[in-house]
């Protein structure tokens, strides 16, 4: 079952803005990752978040992890046309599951 | 990193069919995931395969409507078995370098349509 909550499920913002995804999980986790989805292809990491570390950054990317209220958020600042993606957030579960979340659909537009 | 080739990129198939969609890794890795993506949806794990040893089914998923091969550590076959429209959707393989504790790396996809 999907254990990952995300919102928005789409959100559209002009090109130069920042762009911010919220991820919410259930159970405890070893670390909380992001992939991102062009037009139905492959899913493509992004970066990888520990359960003891609060926030990562990676160019343009900025993650935060807060265990406490299990919740996550993907930061991607000065958004560009090639941002445009699905991004999906990720948890561990059981026996080396992976555990999607629903999903933002991000329109950067020019 | 992994190399992930997966073909067929995509197919139209008739309903009542059958479609084997092939994962080649470009190195030995112990586990390969399967997961189907419906459309507008986020993955679903279909089960995990091991070489040497039946695949591991999830909950709704079943060896009949979906047969797993794992003949070595470098590929593994998905068969959707007499498909219907439901069954549309984007199947990804997936593998992990270290499983739990590093990122995974999937497939292109193959993008399945049931006519």
């Known amino acids: 079952s999907q254990q990952g909550e995300e919102d928005p499920q789409a959100l559209s913002i002009q090109e130069g803005e920042n762009a911010t995804m919220n991820c919410s999980y259930k159970?405890?986790?070893?670390?909380l990752q992001w992939y991102r989805q062009n037009s139905g292809r492959g899913l493509v990491h992004l970066i990888l978040?520990?359960?003891?570390?609060r926030e990562k950054h990676s160019g343009r990317l900025r993650v935060t992890l807060d265990t406490s209220k299990k919740s996550s958020s993907l930061l991607i600042t000065a958004s560009r046309a090639a941002d445009t993606a699905s991004y999906f957030c990720?948890?561990?579960?059981?026996?080396?599951?992976?555990?999607f979340g629903q999903g933002t659909r991000l329109t950067i537009n020019p | 990193s992994a190399v992930i080739s997966q073909k067929p990129s995509r197919d139209i198939c008739q309903r009542g069919t059958s479609l084997t969609i092939q994962c080649q890794v470009d190195s030995q890795v112990t586990m390969m995931f399967w997961y189907r993506q419906q459309p507008g949806q986020s993955l679903t794990l279909i089960a995990t395969a091991n070489q040497g040893s039946e695949a591991t089914y999830e909950s709704g998923f079943v060896i009949d409507k979906f047969p797993i091969s794992r003949p070595n550590l470098t590929f593994s076959t998905l068969t959707v078995s007499n498909m219907s429209p439901e069954d549309s959707s984007i199947y990804l393989c997936s593998v992990e370098r270290e499983p739990m504790n590093t990122e995974a790396f999937f497939g292109q996809g193959t993008r399945l349509t049931v006519v």
């Open positions: 990720a948890t561990v579960q059981g026996a080396q599951k992976l555990v």
């Open positions: 978040i520990r359960s003891n570390e």
């Open positions: 159970t405890s986790i070893n670390n």
